[in-house]
């Protein structure tokens, strides 16, 4: 059975796709609607409690609020892992500018979530090849970007004993294999379908998908995973993303048996909204929708103050009257995917809610917050040396 | 000005892509035909007085011969040449069986004798990802092909001072910049008009052009071209090919000033028949249409009486009344790409034309030449170890 419904359609309707992120005009983005379009599952209580058995721990506050809320196949990984059997974790990253903003943290810090939590190998891809056919870069620029992002998610605290970090364009040769059979097994009018790329398109974006499929695949890392190895065929990834990349994963889930794999699960997130609001999500390529892990305090709480669109009253007094409508507060949402401490956050969703919190008074926690994040993120970056770098990129044993 | 008109057409006229090349109903190739549509010119005698003057040396007899019979800007290589500037050469080929036939033999000894001439660096591109996607092989017999072709073409005397010869899935991501550059500026459109990809084709094809393209441009090469030669943009390359190679390089030319490079020149052959006829070429794929230099003298025997189509009489007598038609005798045509003697082939022809000569005989005349040219091949062949063969494929400088 195919999994490849087309991602976009013709009516006014949202749009989501790997490269576009856009709610009905309006709205925000539906991510029912998403589930039901691509035919993913929702992440269910029962699935929740399944993940803390497994892992002996209480779930991730991404999953207990829902950011990470929809999946494909989570539930085998569950028996594939709990049965002793071998998986890794496969994520990655599109560098398009020089700093990482809060939105890409949301897949890395659940995914280190996951690597702690199970103790499985990651690899990280770096598509600098696909920033530069889909931006107007140059390939050098694309490679500075590289490795100035890759700094930021060492940062994060990856176990170097487990993570491989790779670039495209330097690691090319390695997936060469299975990019051909999956382009072998991938035709025009599924990618098409699938993408929805046009004729005046560069054939470059047609044929980038294979290259963002061949990573979840083992035998595309045979430092990590001996080409000897009987089990080789039997062991399996889980993709933790936003749910615009599940496109390239159907693709690649439709055709891993005809080479011989197991398909990749996934496990989906919501995305960072912009500070404008929820009917698009934070982009590198727009400066004043993000904030970024390089700006300094002045920066966040101008911009926190400037832009982050609130759902408080316009005036003391209405906010006091009416309270706030948490819904389309960014500020809130951002708390939502920040403040780690469940009862603070229903204080605040209380108090702001019912008008005892002025909007100030929230932008400031968010102002704090963030900027504590920020500064404890680039110490850890200052130590992240050439030669740590180094060795995340080199192509060697892991330990697991 | 765009070069790129389709190469196929919805008439019931010839088709020549590079994977089929298919006569008219009835008929021959027409390479007039070829020339106006792909829009290249024929080699003048004028042109070829100059090659003779710029090398010193009496003419190829492919090119006295019309057997290379077309180009793209070879009078500018010869000006480039004369002035002293750097150009390489460019060829390839498809590892699609264990071992070269004569066909294969046409553009390498051509090659040959070009970097002999004009002491010029030679790149020599091995396309298994392109068989393995078009062809019903597994990627380790693709392998397994081009380290037995290397070592044929290697035998065939090319110099190791001035030889790269580098395979796809090796060297891929040394291309891969060039690929990347290639595949933003050329359009999924602009793809299906030249190579008539359809819907349903394996995507692996559409991104297979800007592959065969980018080693037209010698930064695929820092190690025999410098990065920082400040003259790098003004290499040349000219590519000796069969024609139906040339929507490649339509293609390369229509882009390179975007990326920043010299058009590739061309200088194009006319196919080597297959033993059955004029309408189409000796093909891998189909043993009893070709001689491989891997046969036995009693395979060789064997193939030339049985399958060499005759222009000859039907018997003795019809022979000696009317002469052989030449003009569809595969076996004299053959003599005219391996006889170097002019006088001994224009004795042959008069023969053979006028009655005098037998079926048999010419037959004889061209099963001992290609015995001998087998006989001299397997001893040179021999004689290439897999070390010669690991240092020709070797990126390492080269001399010239």
């Known amino acids: ?76 990984i569950l028996d594939h892992h709990e049965s002793g059997k071998k998986w890794f974790l496969y994520t990655g990253r599109g560098p398009s500018s020089g700093s990482l903003h809060f939105g890409h943290l949301l897949p890395f810090t659940f995914t280190k979530y996951l690597q702690d939590a199970f103790n499985v190998p990651l690899v990280v891809q770096m598509t600098n090849d696909e920033k530069f056919l889909w931006k107007d870069m140059t390939l050098e620029e694309s490679i500075k970007f590289t490795h100035n992002n890759v700094k930021d998610i060492i940062a994060l605290g990856f176990d170097i004993q487990k993570t491989f970090i790779f670039s495209n364009l330097e690691y090319i040769h390695h997936l060469y294999p ?42 595309s890392f045979p430092h990590i995973f001996p080409l000897n190895d009987p089990e080789i065929k039997n062991i399996r990834c889980l993709i933790p993303c936003a749910i615009d990349q599940d496109p390239y994963f159907r693709m690649t889930r439709d055709i891993a048996h005809r080479i011989g ?44 103050k400037k832009h982050a669109f609130s759902g408080g009253g316009a005036t003391k007094e209405e906010q006091e009257k009416n309270g706030a409508d948490l819904s389309v507060d960014i500020t809130y949402e951002y708390l939502t995917f920040m403040l780690e401490d469940d009862e603070q956050l229903k204080d605040i969703a209380h108090r702001y809610s019912t008008g005892k919190m002025m909007t100030g008074e929230i932008k400031q926690i968010l102002i704090d917050l963030m900027n504590k994040i920020i500064i404890r993120h680039k110490e850890a970056r200052a130590k992240i040396t050439d030669e740590v770098l180094s060795t995340f990129m080199s192509i060697r044993k892991l330990n697991f």
């Open 261 to 304: 794999h197991q398909k990749p699960a996934l496990i989906h997130s919501k995305f960072f909204p912009a500070l404008q609001g929820h009917n698009t999500k934070m982009s590198a390529s727009d400066t004043n929708s993000a904030v970024y892990l390089s700006d300094t305090p002045d920066q966040v709480k101008d911009k926190i």
């Open 1 to 76: 059975m195919t999994e490849t419904t087309p991602t976009t359609n013709e009516t006014k309707e949202q749009v989501i796709t790997p490269w576009e992120v856009e709610a009905a005009p309006g709205g925000s983005v539906d991510y029912m609607k998403l589930v039901d379009q691509f035919g993913s599952t929702v992440i269910s209580e029962e699935l929740i409690a399944r993940f803390e058995k497994v892992t002996g721990k209480r779930a991730h506050h991404f999953l207990r609020r829902g950011i990470f809320f929809s999946h494909r196949d989570l539930k085998e």
């Open 178 to 219: 299975n990019v051909l059979k999956i382009a072998r097994c991938v035709n025009l009018n599924q990618i098409q379908n699938i993408f929805g790329f046009k004729e005046s398109d560069a054939i470059g974006k047609f044929t980038f998908p294979p290259v963002q499929a061949a990573p979840c695949f083992p035998d």
